[in-house]
């Protein structure tokens, strides 16, 4: 059974850093797309930032320059790096995964990841 588990969430100030971590069991790294997906209260879950298994990384517009999503495949790990937070980045983040052939696309699309977590909340103050 595939298990998503994520890690790091916490509450910051606006323009500090978080890392998140997402590992997993029984799953194979290496035949996947991962990504990281947030949802804000109120609001529809969006996508943030996927990475395929040869690095190649997509990023939603908003964390572009802010955010760096990372793969370990020998702990089975995914990471997201998360410089300069700012209020509106506020909401709970999921770890998702989908395995495919060639490549994430469409790298952000919700639909087309079957496994998830289970969420860690991060709180931006200003």
């Known amino acids: 059974q595939v298990q998503l588990v994520e890690s790091g969430g916490g509450s910051v100030q606006a323009g500090e850093s978080l890392r998140l971590s997402c590992t997993a069991s029984a799953y194979t790294f290496s035949s996947s797309c991962m990504a990281w997906f947030r949802q804000a209260p109120g609001k529809e879950r969006e996508g943030v930032a996927a990475?395929?298994?040869?690095?190649?990384?997509t990023y939603a517009d908003s964390v572009k320059g802010r955010f760096t999503i990372s793969l370990d495949n020998a702990k089975n790990s995914l990471y997201l790096q998360m410089n300069s937070l700012k209020p509106e980045d506020t909401a709970m983040y999921y770890c998702?995964?989908?395995?495919?052939?060639?490549?994430?696309?469409?790298?952000?699309?919700?639909?087309?990841?079957?496994?998830w977590g289970q969420g860690t909340q991060v709180t931006v103050s200003s």
């Open positions: 998702a995964a989908k395995r495919t052939a060639w490549g994430c696309n469409p790298a952000l699309l919700i639909a087309t990841y079957p496994y």
């Open positions: 990475i395929d298994r040869n690095g190649a990384a």
